[in-house]
């Protein structure tokens, strides 16, 4: 089993910037895509990134896509969301999981089911 924590949230300006951590245990933690996932108050948990094995290959949601970037360090088992840009509608607590199927397949990294080891969150609030 994998266990994964997210830290680096917190409260901004619309148009600033944060980057998000993961730190993975385990000694898999190379084997498997990663992605990120975040939720609103009152709506699903939505995708947002994944990227693959090595870190060559990535995917993201349009509403982020050219404002995020995903990326990841094997050597230090931790996967990082750099957001830029934000705006308020990009307030929600942001997950980062494993996906447990180690495709890579859009449809598999879009779907929550397909993601384990789900860390506690880290809040991201976006002042408008």
């Known amino acids: 089993q994998v266990q994964l924590v997210e830290s680096g949230g917190g409260l901004v300006q619309a148009g600033g910037s944060l980057r998000l951590s993961c730190a993975a245990s385990?000694?898999?933690?190379?084997?498997?895509?990663m992605g990120w996932f975040r939720q609103a108050p009152g709506k699903e948990r939505d995708f947002v990134a994944a990227?693959?094995?090595?870190?060559?290959?990535?995917y993201y949601a349009d509403s982020v896509k050219g404002r995020f970037t995903i990326s990841r360090d094997n050597a230090k088992n931790t996967v990082y969301l750099q957001m830029n840009s934000l705006n308020a509608e990009d307030t929600a607590v942001y997950y980062c999981?494993?996906?447990?199927?180690?495709?890579?397949?859009?449809?598999?990294?879009?779907?929550?089911?397909?993601?384990?080891?789900w860390g506690q969150g880290t809040q991201v609030t976006v002042s408008s």
């Open positions: 999981a494993r996906n447990k199927t180690a495709r890579w397949d859009n449809g598999s990294l879009r779907n929550l089911y397909e993601f384990d080891g």
């Open positions: 385990g000694r898999t933690f190379s084997n498997y895509p």
């Open positions: 990227i693959s094995w090595g870190g060559y290959m990535t």
